[in-house]
């Protein structure tokens, strides 16, 4: 069964520096795998979804992940964190191609002035 | 822009009571889930809705869970018997089509504190 691994539940970087947020996941079939956000007391907004039409996806906010099947690697990326992009984040993949989709733990992203 | 609706926002009640959690999904949108996120822990499957029967069910939704779509608007999660474990957030969300091809829209989530 499909699964996600998000390593490091609190990653902290300065304002400016590049963001890497780690997921890896576990599937016998190639995946469909989400990155989504969380802003303090709101719901979760997608931010990018690979579905295997392209390795380097582009999502909002200037965020994007590659996806590595060597690795089994779909890693969160954004050359630039701002202070707007204090939240938490989750992977998630579509289990066995229905409608359950299964989150990571999350990634608690702080950003230091 | 569309978005889906949770209320009520916060609910506490007394362990052994019956809670109902109700959503009101982007209105074209045929797919309809429920999520729970216990507090600082991830966030959980808990059922999917198509075609007004539960589509997927995660170990999680046991006899003491039920879900309806009693109006065509709203989209509810019932609690028969609530415990002292179900206190979490609970997150609603909807999908023009399957969550695969599809993206799926979350709510603000109702907070539930069982006592």
């Known amino acids: 069964a499909q699964s996600v691994t998000q390593l490091g539940s609190h990653v902290s970087v300065s304002e400016g520096a590049l963001v890497l947020l780690r997921c890896n996941y576990s599937?016998?079939?190639?995946?469909?795998l989400f990155w989504y956000v969380q802003y303090p007391n709101q719901g979760l907004q997608l931010l990018l979804k690979?579905?295997?039409?392209?390795?380097l996806v582009k999502g909002i906010n200037g965020f994007e992940a590659e996806f590595k099947k060597s690795e089994t690697s779909f890693h969160l990326t954004k050359p630039s964190a701002h202070m707007s992009d204090a939240a938490e984040y989750f992977c998630?993949?579509?289990?066995?191609?229905?409608?359950?989709?299964?989150f990571g733990a999350g990634t608690r992203l702080t950003v230091k002035p | 822009e569309p978005e889906v609706t949770q209320t009520p926002s916060h609910q506490v009640t007394q362990m052994g009571q019956e809670v109902i959690l109700r959503c009101v999904p982007i209105?074209?949108?045929?797919?309809f889930y429920w999520y729970r996120q216990i507090l600082g822990q991830k966030v959980e499957f808990l059922v999917s809705?198509?075609?007004?029967?539960?589509?997927?069910k995660s170990e999680i939704f046991d006899d003491q869970f039920s879900v309806e779509r009693p109006d065509g608007s709203n989209f509810t999660l019932k609690i028969r018997s609530t415990k002292l474990e179900d206190s979490a957030m609970y997150f609603c969300?909807?999908?023009?089509?399957?969550?695969?091809?599809?993206?799926?829209?979350f709510g603000e989530g109702s907070r539930l504190t069982v006592l």
């Open positions: 969300a909807s999908s023009g089509g399957l969550a695969v091809t599809g993206e799926l829209f």
């Open positions: 599937s016998s079939v190639p995946p469909y």
């Open positions: 690979y579905t295997s039409a392209a390795t």
């Open positions: 998630a993949v579509i289990k066995d191609n229905n409608n359950d989709m299964r």
């Open positions: 209105s074209n949108h045929l797919y």
């Open positions: 809705f198509y075609n007004n029967e539960i589509s997927e």
